[in-house]
Nanobody
Framework: VQLVESGGGLVQAGGSLRLSCAAS????????MGWFRQAPGKEREFVAA????????YYADSVKGRFTISRDNAKNTVYLQMNSLKPEDTAVYYC???????????????????WGQGTQVTVSS
């Protein structure tokens, strides 16, 4: 599985961005998908995850209520809608895939098998 993120950029605090992650392959709908982020000098941290059929989603407490993860299996794409952005959301955002047919939500990076190259999100105050 190859993953390519897009949609990052510079936005003012309180603004919104939508990240997209396009996946290659015909088995996208068998993978759990996740978003992670990494700020300078910090470890990569979990942001959100979504199950194969989008029936289950899970969020880090820091983004709950502001970010929404979704997927379109017909388009092999997962999205991260980010609203009410804060300067502390500034980071490189990575899309990740876990599977195929993985079971259960996971929030640690080492549980994911495939990664995109990342897209920069910068929130100015």
């Amino acid at each position: 599985v190859q993953l390519v993120e897009s949609g990052g950029g510079l936005v003012q605090a309180g603004g919104s961005l939508r990240l997209s992650c396009a996946a290659s392959g015909r088995t996208f709908n068998t993978y759990f998908m996740g978003w992670f982020r990494q700020a300078p000098g910090k470890e990569r941290e979990f942001v959100a995850a979504i199950s194969w059929s989008a029936g289950n989603t899970y969020y880090a407490d820091s983004v709950k209520g502001r970010f929404t993860i979704s997927r379109d299996n017909a388009k092999n794409t997962v999205y991260l809608q980010m609203n009410s952005l804060k300067p502390e959301d500034t980071a490189v955002y990575y899309c990740a895939a876990r599977g195929p047919y993985a079971q259960g939500m996971r929030v640690t990076p080492n549980a994911y098998h495939y990664w995109g190259q990342g897209t920069q999100v910068t929130v100015s105050s």
